[in-house]
C-alpha cells in the first residue's frame, strides 16, 4: 500500500535514505496519525450517538472491537516479511 513503501525502502536498504523517502515516510506517518485521530473520535462519540438512535429504534448497537496488532513482520496479506 501506499503507507508500507517507503518504510520498506527505508528498512530493506543499505545505504541511508533519500531524501525524499524519509519525506515520504513522514507523510505516510502525518496521514496515518491524522486518520487514527478521527477514527478515534468516531469510536468515542459518532457510534456512542449512533447507538442512541438505534436504541431509540428497538435496534441492536453497534460495537467496535478493538484492533488486533499483526505479529511482528507480518504483512497485511498475512506473508511475512521477515528474512529467511
Known sequence: GTFDGPLNV?????EPPTAAVVAA????LAAYDALKRRWE??????????NAKLKAAG????????????????????GDNEPA
Open 59 to 78: 435496534l441492536t448497537d453497534v460495537v467496535v472491537k478493538p484492533a488486533v496488532k499483526p505479529a511482528r513482520g507480518a504483512t497485511p496479506d498475512g
Open 10 to 14: 527505508l528498512q530493506d536498504a543499505d
Open 41 to 50: 473520535a468516531v469510536q468515542k462519540v459518532g457510534v456512542s450517538a449512533l
Open 25 to 28: 515516510a513522514r507523510e505516510r
